[in-house]
């Protein structure tokens, strides 16, 4: 293993079926050396696709990631119910009957899930009850109750209708979970249901950009120019914000934690991205209560800049 260093970005792992994000996460880290590492946005072990990895000072970032919308795609399969929602889990009860079901009318069912509505968090799910995991007490088979959450589906559609098998693609909000979603069609379809093959395809704000297996980053492990090739900025998670490019003098403002009165052009927007004279990437930071920019996440290393010509 290379021993630790500072690498700052953010690769955009293809993870596999049958890892763990945070198994996931330790490889890349393994191979890039980094010191530090995040991610932006779990997947379940047996999902696939796009998983951002932050590194270094873009371990800063990972909040902005989780914020932002997602895209799925997905086989619903109809007729039976697991204790997940997934393969993962066993089998309740006996198989259910599945009403014929036309593509023209399942199109029309799926088409009415999208917009603003509630969904009620699953109970193998990573949030906490009193402390405890809900999935860890799933496991012991305690159910408790939970609040419903508003979530938002931006874009829900049937790619394809085989017997009792609905592939669908779907764009949401944050908070959403897949395998609540396949149950909640499942019973607007007249049956029950459990997903299989999800593959998260982007999170926003890297829709068009490619992403990397594991497999081609260990390939490449010796080889830094090659892995450099997949390491994105650490603003590039953030690039949609406004941007404001400070004068050096306020750069150094920022970076030691002070908030700034400036006639910035951002509009009503919370949180803006900063930038130093010479177009260095300084961190982000949002309004406070009287209208100034108050530094939020700073790189770190840019305070060793102060003084410099390049700040």
């Known amino acids: 293993m290379p021993p630790a260093h500072a690498v700052d970005g953010i690769v ?3 993870k596999p079926a049958g890892l763990s994000s945070n198994a996931a996460l330790q490889q890349v880290k393994r191979v890039f050396g980094a010191r530090k590492a995040g991610h932006g946005g779990s997947l379940d072990p047996l999902a696939s696709g796009m998983l951002p990895i932050c590194l270094g000072e873009a371990t800063k970032l990972a909040g902005p990631m989780l ?3 997602k895209c799925y795609e997905f086989e619903l399969h109809l007729g039976l119910e697991t204790t997940t929602g997934d393969l993962e889990g066993e089998v309740v009860g006996e198989p259910r009957a599945v009403p014929p079901l036309s593509v023209a009318a399942a199109r029309s069912i799926v088409a009415a899930f999208v917009g603003r509505r509630e969904q009620v ?10 402390g405890a995991r809900l999935y860890e007490l799933a ?13 938002e589906i931006d874009a829900f559609e049937l790619l394809e209708l085989e017997g009792q098998r609905l592939t669908l693609r779907v764009t949401c909000s944050k908070g959403t979970y897949i395998r609540t979603l396949g149950q909640d069609l499942a019973a607007a379809l007249g049956s029950c249901g459990y997903i299989d093959g ?3 395809l982007w999170v926003e704000p890297f829709a068009a950009e490619p992403m990397v297996t594991i497999e081609t980053l260990q390939a490449h492990a010796d080889d830094r120019g090659a892995l ?17 490019d400070l004068g050096a003098e306020d750069a150094r403002r920022v970076l030691d934690g002070q908030a700034l009165v400036l006639p910035v052009p951002c509009g009503n927007e919370v949180a803006v991205r900063l930038y130093g004279p010479s177009g260095t990437f300084l961190g982000i930071a949002q309004r406070d209560e009287q209208g100034r920019l108050a530094p939020r996440r700073l790189i770190a290393s840019q305070r060793t800049r102060l003084g410099s010509p390049v700040l």
């Open 67 to 69: 914020a932002g919308r």
């Open 12 to 14: 955009l792992l293809d």
């Open 228 to 244: 450099e090739r997949w390491l994105l900025p650490p603003d590039r998670g953030v690039e949609s914000w406004p941007r404001v």
């Open 121 to 130: 968090p699953p109970m193998h799910s990573a949030l906490r009850h009193k």
């Open 198 to 200: 999800l593959r998260r």
């Open 139 to 151: 496991r012991r088979g305690i159910e408790v109750d939970r609040a419903p959450r508003a979530i």
